[in-house]
Nanobody, 127 residues
């Protein structure tokens, strides 16, 4: 079993960059994909970003495209989410996730395809 721990969340003013980290215990399976999702109270869990094992492919949700950047360091078993120009509507609990294999790129947007989840870290963006 893979355990994921998010960090880096907190309260930030709109426009101030924030960087989230997610560290996996042990080593994730080879060829695993990693992703970020977020969920605000009363809302569905929303896809944010995903990245393949080799970091050659990244995809983003429409609401964060051009502002957020996902990256990973396999030697550290860690995935990052760089949040530039955050907006109040980015306020949510952010979760990282891992799935075995990569498969069809667009399926990475589907939370049901992921195998492991972190507990989440709260990000609050004030105006």
């Amino acid at each position: 079993q893979v355990q994921l721990v998010e960090s880096g969340g907190g309260l930030v003013q709109a426009g101030v960059s924030l960087r989230l980290s997610c560290a996996a215990s042990g080593r994730p399976l080879s060829w695993s994909a990693m992703g970020w999702f977020r969920q605000a109270p009363g809302k569905e869990r929303e896809f944010v970003a995903a990245i393949n094992w080799s970091s050659t492919t990244t995809i983003y949700g429409d609401s964060v495209k051009g502002r957020f950047t996902i990256s990973r360091d396999n030697a550290k078993n860690t995935v990052y989410l760089q949040m530039n120009s955050p907006k109040p509507e980015d306020t949510a609990v952010y979760y990282c996730a891992v799935r075995r294999g990569f498969g069809i790129v667009q399926t990475l947007r589907d939370k049901s395809t992921y195998d492991y989840w972190g507990q989440g870290t709260q990000v609050t963006v004030s105006s």
